[in-house]
T-cell receptor, first 112, second 114 residues
Framework: SQQGEEDPQALSIQEGENATMNCSYK?????LQWYRQNSGRGLVHLIL?????REKHSGRLRVTLDTSKKSSSLLITASRAADTASYFC????????????FGQGTTLQVKP | KAGVTQTPRYLIKTRGQQVTLSCSPI?????VSWYQQTPGQGLQFLFE???????NKGNFPGRFSGRQFSNSRSEMNVSTLELGDSALYLC?????????????FGPGTRLTVL
């Protein structure tokens, strides 16, 4: 079963705009990760944020984590057509389990 | 470093047959996890192997099994295939140590059951 939900399910923006995706989860977590998937292909790891961190940056990506609200957000700034993909958050409840629980994903379309 | 590789990339089988999928993790990674992705259920965890031992298992029937070899390569097997087993099967590798389960995925094997 899914750990949580992602919002919105679909997002369409123009190139150059910012895209924000949200993820909520149900149980306490060890860390939260964001992945990108292009057209049913493999998942590309974007960023990992630990449960004791509140914000993390990587290039044009900014991730926040609010453990009190059991939610995270992924912000992509200055979006590009190449950012068109599905984005998933994934959580694990403990270290060393190798088990990630994924959200349902947000489909992002960036129009040139 | 080479990434995670999966073979075959595409597979077509008929109901009742069995199938074996292979995954080679990133060099030095000892943990391999398997996931099933379908449009209806999304991404679901199948099982994880670490140092040739199954360390965690998801809620899938016993028809789904796996193993890991001493070189960390892993295989998963699905017996008595059903139409609902049609999916993208993804494997992921990680160091498996006390790090934060950062997992790196392969391109997947797309299985179609007719």
């Amino acid at each position: 079963s899914q750990q949580g939900e992602e919002d919105p399910q679909a997002l369409s923006i123009q190139e150059g705009e910012n895209a924000t995706m949200n993820c909520s989860y149900k149980t306490s977590i060890n860390n939260l990760q964001w992945y990108r998937q292009n057209s049913g292909r493999g998942l590309v790891h974007l960023i990992l944020i630990r449960s004791n961190e509140r914000e993390k940056h990587s290039g044009r990506l900014r991730v926040t984590l609010d453990t009190s609200k059991k939610s995270s957000s992924l912000l992509i700034t200055a979006s590009r057509a190449a950012d068109t993909a599905s984005y998933f958050c994934a959580t694990d409840r403990a270290s060393n389990t190798g088990k990630l629980i994924f959200g349902q994903g947000t489909t992002l379309q960036v129009k040139p | 470093k080479a990434g995670v590789t999966q073979t075959p990339r595409y597979l077509i089988k008929t109901r009742g047959q069995q199938v074996t999928l292979s995954c080679s993790p990133i060099s030095g990674h000892r943990s391999v996890s398997w996931y099933q992705q379908t449009p209806g259920q999304g991404l679901q965890f199948l099982f994880e192997y670490f140092s040739e031992t199954q360390r965690n298992k998801g809620n899938f029937p016993g028809r789904f099994s796996g193993r890991q070899f001493s070189n960390s390569r892993s295989e998963m097997n699905v017996s008595t295939l059903e139409l609902g087993d049609s999916a993208l099967y993804l494997c992921a590798s990680s160091s498996g140590g006390v790090a934060y389960n950062e997992q790196f995925f392969g391109p997947g094997t797309r299985l179609t059951v007719l």
